[in-house]
Protein backbone atom coordinates (compact mmCIF):
# COMPACT_ATOMS: atom_id res chain seq x y z
CA UNK A 1 0.00 0.00 0.00
CA UNK A 2 0.74 3.57 -0.81
CA UNK A 3 1.19 5.92 2.61
CA UNK A 4 -2.03 7.82 1.85
CA UNK A 5 -3.93 4.13 1.73
CA UNK A 6 -1.45 3.13 5.12
CA UNK A 7 -3.08 5.93 6.42
CA UNK A 8 -6.59 4.99 5.44
CA UNK A 9 -6.24 1.75 7.06
CA UNK A 10 -4.77 3.20 10.37
CA UNK A 11 -7.82 5.56 10.79
CA UNK A 12 -10.05 2.99 10.42
CA UNK A 13 -8.14 1.00 13.33
CA UNK A 14 -8.24 3.50 15.62
CA UNK A 15 -11.85 4.57 14.79
CA UNK A 16 -12.64 0.85 15.46
CA UNK A 17 -10.61 0.66 18.79
CA UNK A 18 -12.47 3.90 20.42
CA UNK A 19 -15.75 3.06 18.58
CA UNK A 20 -16.53 -0.38 19.85
CA UNK A 21 -14.57 -0.88 22.74
CA UNK A 22 -16.45 1.98 23.92
CA UNK A 23 -19.78 -0.03 22.65
CA UNK A 24 -18.52 -2.72 24.72
CA UNK A 25 -18.25 -0.99 28.23
CA UNK A 26 -21.98 -0.44 28.52
CA UNK A 27 -22.47 -3.56 30.63
CA UNK A 28 -20.72 -2.45 33.57
CA UNK A 29 -23.44 0.34 33.72
CA UNK A 30 -26.20 -2.35 34.20
CA UNK A 31 -26.40 -2.20 37.74
CA UNK A 32 -25.30 1.15 38.88
CA UNK A 33 -27.69 2.98 36.86
CA UNK A 34 -30.31 0.73 37.33
CA UNK A 35 -30.11 1.44 40.98
CA UNK A 36 -29.90 4.64 41.08
CA UNK A 37 -32.30 5.74 38.56
CA UNK A 38 -34.50 3.12 40.34
CA UNK A 39 -35.37 1.15 37.00
CA UNK A 40 -35.50 -2.41 36.19
CA UNK A 41 -33.02 -4.16 34.34
CA UNK A 42 -35.25 -4.67 31.19
CA UNK A 43 -36.02 -0.64 30.78
CA UNK A 44 -31.59 -0.89 30.63
CA UNK A 45 -31.53 -3.30 28.47
CA UNK A 46 -34.36 -2.02 25.98
CA UNK A 47 -32.16 1.15 25.53
CA UNK A 48 -29.51 -1.15 24.23
CA UNK A 49 -31.70 -2.89 22.15
CA UNK A 50 -33.15 0.52 20.80
CA UNK A 51 -29.61 1.10 20.45
CA UNK A 52 -28.38 -2.09 18.37
CA UNK A 53 -31.74 -1.99 16.15
CA UNK A 54 -31.35 1.82 14.83
CA UNK A 55 -27.24 1.14 14.74
CA UNK A 56 -28.45 -1.99 12.27
CA UNK A 57 -30.19 0.32 9.93
CA UNK A 58 -28.39 0.14 6.38
CA UNK A 59 -29.18 3.87 5.88
CA UNK A 60 -25.48 5.12 7.14
CA UNK A 61 -23.91 2.29 4.44
CA UNK A 62 -25.99 3.51 1.22
CA UNK A 63 -24.76 6.88 2.35
CA UNK A 64 -21.15 5.57 2.74
CA UNK A 65 -21.34 4.48 -0.77
CA UNK A 66 -22.81 7.07 -2.05
CA UNK A 67 -21.18 9.81 -1.27
CA UNK A 68 -18.14 8.39 0.35
CA UNK A 69 -17.16 7.51 4.35
CA UNK A 70 -15.51 10.80 5.43
CA UNK A 71 -18.80 12.78 6.37
CA UNK A 72 -20.52 10.29 7.74
CA UNK A 73 -17.91 8.92 10.01
CA UNK A 74 -17.68 12.38 11.11
CA UNK A 75 -21.40 12.94 11.96
CA UNK A 76 -21.08 9.60 13.58
CA UNK A 77 -18.49 10.44 15.62
CA UNK A 78 -19.78 13.94 16.81
CA UNK A 79 -23.24 12.55 17.70
CA UNK A 80 -21.78 9.92 19.52
CA UNK A 81 -19.98 12.40 21.87
CA UNK A 82 -23.19 14.20 22.08
CA UNK A 83 -25.23 10.61 23.39
CA UNK A 84 -22.63 9.74 26.31
CA UNK A 85 -22.71 13.67 27.22
CA UNK A 86 -26.54 12.96 27.48
CA UNK A 87 -25.70 9.92 29.36
CA UNK A 88 -23.89 11.48 32.28
CA UNK A 89 -26.44 14.18 32.81
CA UNK A 90 -29.83 11.76 32.75
CA UNK A 91 -32.06 11.57 35.41
CA UNK A 92 -34.97 10.11 34.11
CA UNK A 93 -35.20 6.89 32.18
CA UNK A 94 -37.17 8.65 28.80
CA UNK A 95 -33.50 10.44 28.52
CA UNK A 96 -31.98 6.99 29.13
CA UNK A 97 -33.99 5.97 25.82
CA UNK A 98 -32.66 9.09 23.70
CA UNK A 99 -28.84 8.58 24.52
CA UNK A 100 -28.15 5.57 25.33
CA UNK A 101 -30.63 4.00 23.00
CA UNK A 102 -31.71 6.93 19.80
CA UNK A 103 -28.79 9.04 19.61
CA UNK A 104 -25.82 5.93 20.61
CA UNK A 105 -27.82 3.94 17.92
CA UNK A 106 -27.79 6.18 15.02
CA UNK A 107 -23.74 7.29 15.72
CA UNK A 108 -22.99 3.71 15.99
CA UNK A 109 -24.25 2.95 12.59
CA UNK A 110 -22.02 5.92 11.37
CA UNK A 111 -18.32 4.51 12.90
CA UNK A 112 -19.47 0.74 12.57
CA UNK A 113 -17.68 -1.87 10.34
CA UNK A 114 -20.48 -1.22 7.51
CA UNK A 115 -19.05 2.21 7.38
CA UNK A 116 -15.25 1.83 7.94
CA UNK A 117 -14.60 -1.59 5.88
CA UNK A 118 -16.45 0.23 2.84
CA UNK A 119 -13.66 2.41 3.49
CA UNK A 120 -11.26 0.43 3.89
CA UNK A 121 -12.43 -2.12 0.68
CA UNK A 122 -11.28 0.88 -1.72
CA UNK A 123 -7.62 0.86 -0.78
CA UNK A 124 -7.18 -2.90 -0.15
CA UNK A 125 -6.50 -5.61 -3.39
CA UNK A 126 -8.67 -8.16 -3.31
CA UNK A 127 -6.51 -10.98 -2.19
CA UNK A 128 -5.49 -9.05 0.89
CA UNK A 129 -9.04 -8.48 1.89
CA UNK A 130 -9.94 -10.58 4.37
CA UNK A 131 -6.86 -10.46 6.17
CA UNK A 132 -6.94 -6.39 6.41
CA UNK A 133 -10.79 -6.80 7.57
CA UNK A 134 -9.44 -9.15 10.23
CA UNK A 135 -6.45 -6.58 11.51
CA UNK A 136 -9.89 -4.09 11.53
CA UNK A 137 -12.04 -6.55 13.56
CA UNK A 138 -9.17 -7.39 15.79
CA UNK A 139 -9.14 -3.33 16.64
CA UNK A 140 -12.37 -3.31 18.13
CA UNK A 141 -11.17 -6.53 20.06
CA UNK A 142 -7.88 -4.65 21.12
CA UNK A 143 -10.14 -1.64 22.44
CA UNK A 144 -12.37 -4.29 24.41
CA UNK A 145 -9.48 -5.48 26.09
CA UNK A 146 -7.92 -1.40 26.83
CA UNK A 147 -11.02 0.47 27.01
CA UNK A 148 -13.40 -1.70 29.49
CA UNK A 149 -11.27 -2.43 32.46
CA UNK A 150 -10.24 1.36 31.78
CA UNK A 151 -13.93 2.34 32.13
CA UNK A 152 -14.68 0.35 34.93
CA UNK A 153 -11.66 2.13 36.50
CA UNK A 154 -13.22 5.24 35.99
CA UNK A 155 -16.56 4.13 37.30
CA UNK A 156 -15.42 2.69 40.46
CA UNK A 157 -13.19 5.89 41.09
CA UNK A 158 -15.39 8.66 40.21
CA UNK A 159 -19.42 7.21 39.33
CA UNK A 160 -20.61 6.64 36.24
CA UNK A 161 -21.95 9.86 35.67
CA UNK A 162 -18.43 11.03 35.55
CA UNK A 163 -17.16 8.38 33.43
CA UNK A 164 -19.80 9.15 30.60
CA UNK A 165 -18.97 12.39 30.41
CA UNK A 166 -15.35 11.65 30.04
CA UNK A 167 -15.68 9.24 27.43
CA UNK A 168 -17.79 11.96 25.81
CA UNK A 169 -14.58 13.30 24.85
CA UNK A 170 -12.66 10.30 23.97
CA UNK A 171 -15.58 9.19 21.15
CA UNK A 172 -15.08 12.83 19.77
CA UNK A 173 -12.00 11.49 18.53
CA UNK A 174 -13.41 9.54 16.39
CA UNK A 175 -14.67 13.02 13.95
CA UNK A 176 -11.60 13.84 13.98
CA UNK A 177 -10.00 10.98 12.58
CA UNK A 178 -12.50 10.37 9.85
CA UNK A 179 -11.29 13.77 8.24
CA UNK A 180 -8.51 11.54 7.14
CA UNK A 181 -10.94 9.45 4.55
CA UNK A 182 -11.63 10.04 0.88
CA UNK A 183 -13.83 11.99 0.32
CA UNK A 184 -15.38 10.33 -2.26
CA UNK A 185 -15.79 6.84 -3.74
CA UNK A 186 -12.55 5.77 -5.07
CA UNK A 187 -11.10 3.13 -7.41
CA UNK A 188 -10.50 -0.26 -5.96
CA UNK A 189 -7.06 -1.31 -6.42
CA UNK A 190 -6.72 -4.63 -8.18
CA UNK A 191 -10.04 -4.76 -9.38
CA UNK A 192 -10.45 -5.95 -13.22
CA UNK A 193 -13.49 -5.05 -14.50
CA UNK A 194 -15.37 -8.21 -14.52
CA UNK A 195 -14.64 -7.82 -10.54
CA UNK A 196 -17.21 -4.83 -10.81
CA UNK A 197 -20.57 -5.01 -11.25
CA UNK A 198 -21.79 -1.82 -13.95
CA UNK A 199 -25.34 -2.00 -12.63
CA UNK A 200 -26.81 0.09 -10.85
CA UNK A 201 -27.34 -0.27 -6.80
CA UNK A 202 -31.23 -0.95 -7.56
CA UNK A 203 -30.46 -4.15 -9.39
CA UNK A 204 -27.79 -5.38 -7.46
CA UNK A 205 -29.75 -5.21 -4.43
CA UNK A 206 -31.90 -6.99 -6.98
CA UNK A 207 -29.44 -9.94 -7.45
CA UNK A 208 -29.27 -9.94 -3.86
CA UNK A 209 -32.57 -10.71 -3.20
CA UNK A 210 -32.51 -13.43 -5.18
CA UNK A 211 -29.45 -15.11 -4.22
CA UNK A 212 -30.00 -17.76 -1.45
CA UNK A 213 -26.38 -17.29 0.15
CA UNK A 214 -26.85 -14.02 0.65
CA UNK A 215 -30.25 -14.96 2.63
CA UNK A 216 -28.16 -17.53 4.89
CA UNK A 217 -25.32 -15.22 5.60
CA UNK A 218 -28.13 -12.46 6.38
CA UNK A 219 -29.91 -15.25 8.85
CA UNK A 220 -26.31 -16.63 10.72
CA UNK A 221 -25.78 -12.74 11.26
CA UNK A 222 -28.30 -12.77 13.28
CA UNK A 223 -27.40 -15.47 15.88
CA UNK A 224 -24.06 -13.18 16.35
CA UNK A 225 -25.55 -10.18 17.26
CA UNK A 226 -28.01 -12.32 19.10
CA UNK A 227 -24.50 -13.51 21.13
CA UNK A 228 -22.18 -10.97 21.25
CA UNK A 229 -24.92 -8.12 22.54
CA UNK A 230 -26.85 -10.49 25.05
CA UNK A 231 -22.71 -11.41 26.98
CA UNK A 232 -20.87 -8.06 26.54
CA UNK A 233 -24.77 -6.36 27.78
CA UNK A 234 -25.18 -9.12 31.01
CA UNK A 235 -22.61 -11.29 31.34
CA UNK A 236 -20.97 -8.88 34.38
CA UNK A 237 -24.34 -8.38 36.04
CA UNK A 238 -24.82 -12.65 36.11
CA UNK A 239 -21.34 -12.69 37.33
CA UNK A 240 -22.06 -10.68 40.39
CA UNK A 241 -25.61 -12.34 40.96
CA UNK A 242 -23.40 -15.13 41.58
CA UNK A 243 -21.45 -13.67 43.91
CA UNK A 244 -18.39 -12.39 42.07
CA UNK A 245 -17.18 -8.94 41.87
CA UNK A 246 -17.81 -6.25 39.08
CA UNK A 247 -14.10 -6.28 38.25
CA UNK A 248 -14.80 -9.60 37.15
CA UNK A 249 -17.48 -8.84 35.23
CA UNK A 250 -14.62 -6.01 33.67
CA UNK A 251 -12.14 -8.57 33.42
CA UNK A 252 -13.58 -11.09 31.78
CA UNK A 253 -15.09 -8.75 29.26
CA UNK A 254 -11.66 -7.58 28.60
CA UNK A 255 -10.58 -11.44 27.98
CA UNK A 256 -12.98 -11.57 25.10
CA UNK A 257 -11.61 -8.55 23.75
CA UNK A 258 -7.76 -9.97 24.22
CA UNK A 259 -8.57 -12.83 22.88
CA UNK A 260 -10.56 -11.87 19.62
CA UNK A 261 -7.58 -9.88 18.81
CA UNK A 262 -6.28 -13.06 17.50
CA UNK A 263 -9.30 -14.86 16.54
CA UNK A 264 -10.14 -12.06 13.97
CA UNK A 265 -6.81 -11.92 13.21
CA UNK A 266 -6.32 -15.68 12.44
CA UNK A 267 -9.91 -16.42 11.06
CA UNK A 268 -8.77 -13.23 8.82
CA UNK A 269 -5.94 -14.65 7.28
CA UNK A 270 -7.70 -18.27 6.99
CA UNK A 271 -10.63 -16.39 5.37
CA UNK A 272 -7.77 -15.93 2.57
CA UNK A 273 -7.01 -19.61 2.08
CA UNK A 274 -9.97 -21.88 3.27
CA UNK A 275 -14.10 -21.59 2.31
CA UNK A 276 -15.29 -18.59 4.50
CA UNK A 277 -18.89 -20.67 5.03
CA UNK A 278 -17.04 -23.61 6.49
CA UNK A 279 -15.24 -21.67 8.98
CA UNK A 280 -18.54 -19.61 9.91
CA UNK A 281 -20.09 -23.05 10.66
CA UNK A 282 -17.70 -23.95 12.84
CA UNK A 283 -17.05 -21.06 14.37
CA UNK A 284 -20.94 -21.02 15.70
CA UNK A 285 -20.60 -24.40 16.77
CA UNK A 286 -17.41 -23.41 18.82
CA UNK A 287 -19.40 -20.73 20.60
CA UNK A 288 -22.37 -23.30 21.68
CA UNK A 289 -19.93 -25.59 22.77
CA UNK A 290 -18.43 -23.21 25.08
CA UNK A 291 -21.48 -21.93 26.15
CA UNK A 292 -22.65 -25.25 27.50
CA UNK A 293 -19.22 -25.65 29.67
CA UNK A 294 -19.21 -22.51 30.91
CA UNK A 295 -23.10 -23.25 32.18
CA UNK A 296 -21.87 -26.77 33.65
CA UNK A 297 -19.09 -25.50 36.11
CA UNK A 298 -19.45 -23.39 38.99
CA UNK A 299 -19.24 -19.43 38.34
CA UNK A 300 -15.56 -18.63 39.56
CA UNK A 301 -13.71 -15.83 38.98
CA UNK A 302 -11.56 -18.37 36.99
CA UNK A 303 -14.20 -19.53 35.31
CA UNK A 304 -15.23 -16.30 33.77
CA UNK A 305 -11.81 -15.85 32.61
CA UNK A 306 -11.30 -18.78 30.66
CA UNK A 307 -14.90 -18.38 29.68
CA UNK A 308 -13.95 -14.76 28.80
CA UNK A 309 -11.04 -15.51 26.72
CA UNK A 310 -12.44 -19.06 24.80
CA UNK A 311 -16.03 -17.05 23.33
CA UNK A 312 -13.28 -14.08 22.73
CA UNK A 313 -11.59 -16.35 20.28
CA UNK A 314 -14.66 -16.63 18.30
CA UNK A 315 -16.32 -13.62 19.37
CA UNK A 316 -15.79 -11.22 16.03
CA UNK A 317 -14.27 -13.71 13.64
CA UNK A 318 -17.29 -13.34 11.53
CA UNK A 319 -17.12 -10.27 11.06
CA UNK A 320 -14.01 -11.15 8.16
CA UNK A 321 -15.68 -13.94 7.09
CA UNK A 322 -19.22 -12.68 6.81
CA UNK A 323 -18.32 -8.93 5.30
CA UNK A 324 -15.37 -11.17 3.05
CA UNK A 325 -18.61 -13.37 1.48
CA UNK A 326 -20.19 -10.63 0.58
CA UNK A 327 -17.19 -9.22 -1.63
CA UNK A 328 -16.13 -12.48 -3.01
CA UNK A 329 -20.10 -13.06 -4.25
CA UNK A 330 -20.88 -9.14 -5.29
CA UNK A 331 -17.73 -7.56 -5.17
CA UNK A 332 -16.65 -4.16 -3.72
CA UNK A 333 -18.46 -1.39 -4.93
CA UNK A 334 -21.24 -1.88 -3.11
CA UNK A 335 -19.77 -3.46 0.26
CA UNK A 336 -21.53 -0.67 2.65
CA UNK A 337 -24.91 -1.20 1.07
CA UNK A 338 -25.00 -4.93 0.90
CA UNK A 339 -23.23 -5.53 4.39
CA UNK A 340 -25.04 -3.33 5.89
CA UNK A 341 -28.05 -5.17 5.02
CA UNK A 342 -27.01 -8.18 6.76
CA UNK A 343 -25.66 -6.28 9.57
CA UNK A 344 -28.90 -4.85 10.05
CA UNK A 345 -29.71 -8.80 10.45
CA UNK A 346 -27.11 -8.84 13.04
CA UNK A 347 -28.46 -5.55 15.10
CA UNK A 348 -32.02 -7.35 15.27
CA UNK A 349 -30.48 -10.64 16.75
CA UNK A 350 -28.50 -7.65 19.25
CA UNK A 351 -32.31 -5.93 19.87
CA UNK A 352 -33.35 -9.90 21.10
CA UNK A 353 -30.27 -10.93 22.91
CA UNK A 354 -30.32 -7.58 25.33
CA UNK A 355 -33.74 -7.33 25.66
CA UNK A 356 -34.54 -11.03 26.29
CA UNK A 357 -31.90 -11.13 28.59
CA UNK A 358 -33.24 -8.16 30.85
CA UNK A 359 -36.96 -9.57 30.47
CA UNK A 360 -36.36 -13.09 31.13
CA UNK A 361 -34.31 -11.39 34.26
CA UNK A 362 -36.90 -9.40 35.84
CA UNK A 363 -39.63 -12.00 35.22
CA UNK A 364 -37.58 -15.45 36.32
CA UNK A 365 -34.91 -13.94 38.28
CA UNK A 366 -32.30 -15.58 36.57
CA UNK A 367 -30.52 -15.67 33.50
CA UNK A 368 -30.34 -19.56 32.36
CA UNK A 369 -32.78 -19.59 29.66
CA UNK A 370 -30.87 -17.22 27.63
CA UNK A 371 -28.30 -19.35 27.86
CA UNK A 372 -29.98 -22.28 26.89
CA UNK A 373 -31.30 -19.86 23.71
CA UNK A 374 -27.89 -18.62 22.78
CA UNK A 375 -26.64 -22.70 22.68
CA UNK A 376 -29.75 -23.64 20.18
CA UNK A 377 -29.30 -20.33 17.97
CA UNK A 378 -25.47 -21.10 17.69
CA UNK A 379 -26.46 -24.99 16.45
CA UNK A 380 -28.91 -23.34 14.20
CA UNK A 381 -26.61 -20.64 12.45
CA UNK A 382 -23.54 -23.99 11.95
CA UNK A 383 -26.06 -25.67 9.86
CA UNK A 384 -27.54 -22.68 7.44
CA UNK A 385 -24.30 -21.76 6.38
CA UNK A 386 -23.29 -25.21 5.03
CA UNK A 387 -24.83 -24.94 2.19
CA UNK A 388 -24.23 -21.20 1.13
CA UNK A 389 -23.60 -20.90 -2.67
CA UNK A 390 -20.33 -18.34 -2.09
CA UNK A 391 -18.85 -18.29 -5.66
CA UNK A 392 -19.07 -14.84 -7.15
CA UNK A 393 -22.05 -13.44 -9.09
CA UNK A 394 -19.77 -11.42 -11.51
CA UNK A 395 -18.80 -12.15 -13.91
CA UNK A 396 -20.93 -15.34 -14.13
CA UNK A 397 -23.96 -13.42 -14.67
CA UNK A 398 -26.61 -15.94 -15.42
CA UNK A 399 -29.77 -16.76 -13.84
CA UNK A 400 -28.87 -19.97 -12.43
CA UNK A 401 -25.97 -17.94 -10.91
CA UNK A 402 -28.34 -15.46 -9.40
CA UNK A 403 -30.75 -17.87 -8.15
CA UNK A 404 -28.64 -20.33 -6.53
Not at 40 to 68: M, T
Request: proline share 4%; charged share 10%; hydrophobic share 50%.
Amino acid sequence: MNQRKTHVVGYSILIILISMGTRQTFGIYLQPVTDELGIGRELFSLAIAIQSIIGGLPFAGILSDRYGSRWVAIGGGLLFAVSMYLMSITTHWTSLMLGFGLLSGVSLSCVSYVVVLGAVVQVVSPERRSRTFGFITAAGSVGMFIVVPTAQHILNTLGWRTTFAIFAGIVGLIAVLAVGYPTRKQQVPGSESTEEPSDSLTQVLAIASQHSGYWLLTIGFFVCGFHVSYVASHLPAYLTDNGLSGTAGATALSMVGLFNLFGSTLFGYLGDRYRKKYLLSGLYLGRSIIISLFLLFPVTETAAIIFGAAIGFLWLATVPLTSGTVVQIFGPRYLSTLYGIVFFSHQVGSFLGVWLGGRIYDVTGMYTPVWIIAIILGVLACIVHLPIADRPVYPLRTTSAMTR
